[in-house]
Antibody
Framework: QVQLQESGPGLVKPSETLSLTCTVS????????WSWIRQSPGKGLEWIGY???????NYNPSLKSRVTISVDTSKNQFSLNLSSVTAADTAVYYC???????????????WGQGTMVTVSS | DIQMTQSPSSLSASVGDRVTITCRAS??????LNWYQQTPGKAPKLLVY???SLQSGVPSRFSGSGSGTDFTLTISSLQPEDFATYYC?????????FGQGTKLGI
């Protein structure tokens, strides 16, 4: 079955760029939307953005000025870049697949295990 | 943004209890509502999509209902593995938003 795995540095310095990659295995990246979601320690879930396999993106307006999500279909991967990070960006970052039901309603149906990223000097 | 508000924020229950968690949207979202379960250290897991459809592999003791602005997740008979945090999430707008979570404990 389809599995997702996040990878990237666990520690990022303030003002630098956080970069993570999600590798999709057991299936193809094509024909789906793929998202990044984060969860700050002890807090709830925040959707960051999504990308379609064709490259179309949609970002959370609260992060839009700092976020770039890209896709590499040849590697079955998609990536997150978050620039100018601060301590407030410290969180567990999840990648997830956006699945669609027969009624065209969407949900995050497959998740990666998550990766903790700490912003600190 | 569509704001999602869950109640209660935390809940104590026992094995075998029937439990209901409520989620309210700040505007009508039809049935574009999903429920997730998260245990400590794990990623959220999709339980219910489109307000009332059970995700494949999810036990039938879980059920969802509602439309418009008010939704519920019901667990008919709590099992030990159900003690977790539950989140609702709207997909009516592609600015996806989650509720703040309901922590279900003993």
């Amino acid at each position: 079955q389809v599995q997702l795995q996040e990878s990237g540095p666990g520690l990022v310095k303030p003002s630098e760029t956080l970069s993570l990659t999600c590798t999709v295995s057991g299936g193809f990246i094509k024909y789906y939307y793929w998202s990044w979601i984060r969860q700050s320690p002890g807090k709830g879930l925040e959707w960051i953005g999504y990308i379609y396999y064709s490259g179309t993106t949609n970002y959370n307006p609260s992060l839009k000025s700092r976020v770039t999500i890209s896709v590499d279909t040849s590697k079955n991967q998609f990536s997150l870049n978050l620039s100018s990070v601060t301590a407030a960006d410290t969180a567990v970052y999840y990648c997830a697949r956006v699945g669609y039901s027969g009624s065209a309603q969407s949900a995050f149906d497959i998740w990666g295990q998550g990766t903790m990223v700490t912003v600190s000097s | 943004d569509i704001q999602m508000t869950q109640s209660p924020s935390s809940l104590s229950a026992s094995v075998g209890d029937r439990v209901t968690i409520t989620c309210r949207a700040s505007q009508s979202i039809s049935t574009y509502l999903n429920w997730y379960q998260q245990t400590p250290g794990k990623a959220p897991k999709l339980l219910v999509y489109a307000a009332s459809s059970l995700q494949s592999g999810v036990p039938s003791r879980f059920s969802g209902s509602g439309s418009g602005t008010d939704f519920t997740l019901t667990i008919s008979s709590l099992q030990p593995e159900d003690f977790a945090t539950y989140y609702c999430q709207q997909s009516y707008s592609t600015l996806y938003t989650f509720g703040q979570g309901t922590k279900l404990g003993i």
